[in-house]
């Protein structure tokens, strides 16, 4: 069985499948009325949930069955004085029992006891370039930690607007890492200033990050020590989600026409897709006419094979394929905008 | 103590399982509050910023009083008032 969690502006929802995963039951309504910001399952299988209000702020949910949830004992948060606010919880990752959250005002905290209680990673969050930071349109937001599998000591995170950091010392130091990536921020200093909007990382070789760039595709094969562009085939560089099928390696994303647009190029639902680590792209089945954007959560990849590959927009709709992009179906709801979309194929 | 009433808004009271309304003890605003946030400790994140005080859209009315410009230690209840947390209706989607 599949789950499959939608995170709206307006609550979540989950749906479930078989193993074929052409046809979608919707089975229940989570944190109605609550922004769902990012939805992960831990290590010890239990799930985490980003939720939010512009009004209540944001805290961090946990549950055993993706039904009965409870908040977590101490939420991630800026010390009490603070001149930061945290609006908002963007992602969950974990790092053998230690799990990070990335959150705006960019800030990056972790666990150690399963998401009951958080604690920030200073190294980061006062980081000496901390003053130079500039929120872009989408804010100051932390949306993506990559962790190094084979080296726990090894972290990267990034920054809309300012960028890539990587730690070699499990998050106690963290340094810039974006040579080579176009700035987007005018007369940046100190290798910032750049606009990353999406990562994917090569479990087996952690050297090897895919990155969705406000100012175009990237990789790298270095750890992040230098980037290159790989946009052959994509007919926008401009982005924001990029996932990555661990089995197969293919690479997923769905370019848009520009900062300024942020549709879809040809006006329809279209993801590309990269069987050779972002040498080259191609379209990944076709979609319907479409004018709507999707943004850096909302898409997800499972681990079956072939791959189902999962996309919600900004305008409600969920789209999803059971065959690695070859095609794809459109769940008959229209939902709130979608925020992010996480798949979680369930031991029968 | 007085014994007061608070009345809360549903997007709380149904994340956090907390009664529509509820009886706390206070002599003060923030005696009520500290009583409040001491027997449902998931709340005070939603009510209070970095700062400390009141999240920029949440509204704390005593009976029929916004209490954004008192100062919560000083304004003082009494049996039977009533303290309603609501949103700011602030427009939007």
Request: charged share 20%.
């Amino acid at each position: 069985m599949i789950n499959l969690v939608v995170g709206t502006i307006k609550g979540g929802f989950v749906f479930t499948s078989d193993a074929a995963r052409r046809e979608w039951k919707l089975v229940r309504e989570i944190f109605p009325g609550w922004t769902v910001t990012a939805v992960a399952r831990t290590p010890s299988g239990r799930y985490l949930a980003g939720t939010g209000s512009f009004v209540y702020g944001a805290t961090v949910q946990s549950s055993r069955d993706l039904e009965h949830w409870e908040q977590a004992a101490q939420s991630p948060a800026f010390p009490e004085g603070s001149d930061r606010r945290l609006d908002q919880i963007w992602c969950f990752n974990a790092s053998g029992d230690r799990i990070y959250s990335g959150v705006s005002e960019a800030g990056l905290f972790f666990s150690d006891d399963d998401g009951d209680h958080w604690s920030p990673v200073d190294g980061l969050n006062e980081h000496e370039t901390r003053s130079d930071w500039i929120p872009g349109f989408g804010g100051l937001c932390a949306h993506a930690v990559l962790v190094d599998r084979n080296n726990p000591e090894r972290l990267w995170c990034g920054i809309s607007a300012v960028g890539v950091f990587r730690s070699d010392d499990g998050g106690d130091t963290w340094t810039p890492k974006n040579e080579g990536v176009t700035p987007a921020v005018p007369d940046a200093l100190h290798g910032i200033g750049r606009c990353v909007h999406g990562l994917a990382i090569d479990p087996q070789n952690a050297n090897r990050i895919f990155r969705q760039d406000h100012m175009g595709m990237y990789r790298t094969l270095d750890g992040a020590d230098s980037w290159e562009k790989t946009e052959t085939g994509l007919p926008s560089g401009f982005g924001f989600p990029i996932r990555r099928d661990d089995r197969t390696g293919t690479l997923f994303v769905f370019p848009q026409e520009s900062g300024e647009y942020r549709m879809p190029p040809g006006r329809t639902f279209q993801v590309y897709r990269s069987r050779s680590d972002g040498d080259s792209w191609e379209p990944a089945g076709s979609g319907p006419a479409s004018y709507a954007g999707v943004l850096r959560g909302a898409m997800a990849v499972d681990s079956l094979a072939p791959c189902g590959v999962y996309v919600g927009t900004t305008s409600g709709t969920v789209h999803i394929s059971p065959d690695a992009g070859d095609s794809w179906i459109i769940l008959p709801f229209t939902l709130p905008r979608v925020l992010c979309v996480e798949s979680f194929v369930e031991s029968p | 103590m007085a014994t007061v009433s608070v009345r809360m808004p549903s997007l709380l009271t149904s994340l956090l399982g907390i009664p529509k309304t509820v009886q706390v003890s206070g002599d003060s605003l923030q005696q009520a509050i500290e009583d409040l946030c001491g027997r449902w400790p998931s709340l005070a994140v939603h009510l209070f910023d970095e700062s400390g005080a009141f999240r920029e859209h949440v509204l704390c009315f005593v009976n029929d009083t916004n209490t954004r410009d008192v100062g919560a230690s000083e304004y003082f209840l009494g049996d039977g008032d009533v303290i309603t947390i609501l949103q700011a209706v602030s427009g939007g989607c």
